[in-house]
């Protein structure tokens, strides 16, 4: 058996002699500082954070992170990292501060914007109906508005919470039981949309046939142009054949109208218990989110919340929160926040099999790559060691690399010496990705007898450009392991063979195999890298194809 080798040299231009490398360090600062950028006198929360990682927003019952706060009531709080100042978003426009609690906040992408809810009265002149509800405050013009507004300027007569932005801020969503924002809206829970450009409030939790839904629905959150709308409901009339009676994720297109619900399982099965706490991408074809159920996938026996993700394009669903052994993690896992492109996931979990080594015993931020399906612990200690008590709430920059979330460990950064919870944040080198495909297709690929097969590979380098790396590009066939040589010939052994030494740069699209007419029977194609430059198969970064030929 032999394949027939293309006719490219894209990966034989790449050798050359590399002697040692390691991998690039990653970065953990404090947020939450006052302004000695000591730690706070009292704990944070929740943060969300910019598209480029260079802003952070959160919730503190601080006094000293910025002069003068002397209300006495949690605040929302925007870190530049560029400049290292705080500033306090929960202000009127005039620069009052709050006179009532805020909560849930948010940022744009861009980082102009702050978006969140409050139960104060004095952020704009007309609040008068004693609910919290929810504002957007311009952190270059310093304006604050209320977006809890009819089309009247009514302002919401029960509140509103839950608010969300898409990327330049134009576009907000929230949840409100208010009465006066549609006509016949009931007392009911409804997720609406303010468009500023196009001048609009809408309205898109309707049920099927028009009828008002049958429960709340909440938490939204919005695709970067705020076409799409992921959010939780415990409605059962959203969609045919919700019958789960538990609360499930959906997805509403503003341009063609349509609902669709994504907290199910690889079958498209619905889930059997709770799913909620959507994270949507950029383009909204990837929605992550929790759920208690297994969705279709076996060895779920912790009881709790796992970590799954929905491909809206593809149809399939993928579990997250996995265990090394294949099987969920051991413990609950929560509070997704997907990148722009839906390839990270970073979330909050008490798993201790995620990720070899984790015996420290309390809650950790993860982020997954769905790249290569690896989990990798995003909360360490300063040295590197494990963080000496829980972290979680994660939020994610764009690109996945910039990672922020709340804790109450004291060896992250620096000596934290307060006794309360505050934010940090942890930046690192965004991995490579190798990529295969077989006939355009990546993952797994059913081809019929005498159907002509090529594959090809690329690579994205990530943060690693011209580190000195050992590539490795193999098959496993029915007829034992071949390896792909630097002058893409394929080499049958027994033993491991480098493709090559060379550093990791950008490889566009390049033919290994063209036009192969393979023998019936299961093939594996691996792509793989490492630093070791030791000639031992060991991949830190990998992608496989795997191709069935049928009889």
């Known amino acids: 058996m032999s394949f027939s080798p293309a006719a490219s040299s894209a990966l034989a231009a790449l050798a050359l002699s590399a002697t040692s490398a390691a991998q690039l360090p990653s970065v953990t600062e404090l947020i939450s500082v006052d302004a000695g950028s000591g730690p706070s006198n009292f704990s944070s929360w929740t943060p969300a954070i910019s598209g480029d990682g260079s802003i952070v927003v959160y919730l503190s019952g601080a006094s000293d992170l910025v002069a003068g706060d002397t209300n006495g009531v949690d605040d929302i709080f925007v870190h530049d990292r560029g400049t290292g100042i705080t500033k306090r978003a929960s202000v009127s426009s005039s620069g009052a501060q709050a006179n009532g609690k805020s909560s849930r906040c948010t940022i744009s992408r861009d980082g102009r914007y702050v978006a969140f809810e409050s139960a104060a009265t004095n952020l704009v002149d007309d609040d008068t109906n004693g609910d919290p509800d929810v504002f957007r405050h311009d952190l270059v013009t310093g304006a604050t508005i209320m977006l809890s507004r009819n089309l009247g300027g009514e302002i ?111 079958l498209g099965q619905q889930a059997a218990s709770d799913s909620q706490g959507p994270s949507i991408s950029a383009d909204g074809r990837f929605v992550a989110f929790q759920s208690r159920a297994s969705v279709g996938f076996t060895g779920d026996t912790n009881g709790a919340f796992d970590v799954f993700l929905r491909d809206r394009l593809a149809g399939t669903t993928i579990r997250v929160s996995t265990a090394l052994d294949g099987d969920a993690g051991s413990g609950i896992s929560h509070d997704p926040s997907i990148s722009a492109d839906g390839r990270f996931v970073a979330f909050g979990s008490w798993a201790k099999d995620l990720v070899v080594g984790d015996v420290g015993g ?78 355009g297709v990546g993952g797994f690929l059913d081809l019929a007898a005498g159907a002509p097969l090529t594959v090809s590979a690329s690579l994205d380098p990530g943060d690693y450009f011209f580190t000195p790396a050992e590539w490795w ?44 007419l393979l023998p019936a029977g299961a093939y594996t194609f691996r792509f793989g890298l490492d630093l070791g430059l030791d000639a031992q198969l060991a991949p830190l970064w990998s992608d496989s194809l795997e191709v069935t030929v049928g009889p």
Do not use: M
């Open 362 to 439: 309390f809650y950790d931020v993860f982020v997954f790559d769905r790249q290569n399906g690896v989990n990798t612990r995003r909360s360490p200690a300063q040295s590197g060691s494990e963080a000496n008590n829980h972290s979680k709430t994660p939020a994610l920059s764009a690109d996945g690399r910039t990672v922020v979330f709340e804790s109450v460990a004291t060896n992250l950064a620096g000596p934290d010496t307060n006794g309360w919870q505050d934010i940090y944040l942890h930046e690192f080198a965004l991995a490579p990705a190798p990529t295969l495909v077989g006939n």
């Open 156 to 266: 919401a007569d029960q509140g509103a919470s839950w608010v969300a932005l898409d990327a330049d801020g134009s576009v907000a969503t929230f949840s409100t039981l208010s009465t006066n924002f549609a006509p016949a809206d009931p007392t009911g829970r409804d997720i609406y949309v303010r468009d500023f450009g196009a001048g609009t409030l809408e309205r898109i939790t309707i049920g099927l046939g028009g009828q008002q839904v049958d429960n709340n629905c909440y938490d939204p959150v919005l695709s970067d142009d705020g076409r799409f709308v992921a959010f939780t409901s415990q409605a059962s009339n959203l969609v045919p054949g919700d019958t789960n009676g538990s609360p499930d994720v959906f997805v509403f297109d503003r341009v063609l109208g349509t609902l669709e619900r994504v907290s199910v399982g690889p």
């Open 473 to 516: 590009v193999w098959a496993e066939t029915p007829f034992g392991n071949f390896w792909l040589t630097p002058s893409l010939a394929w080499l049958p052994s027994a033993l491991p063979v480098p493709t090559l030494w060379a550093p990791i740069v950008p490889l566009g699209p390049t033919s290994i195999l063209t036009g192969a």
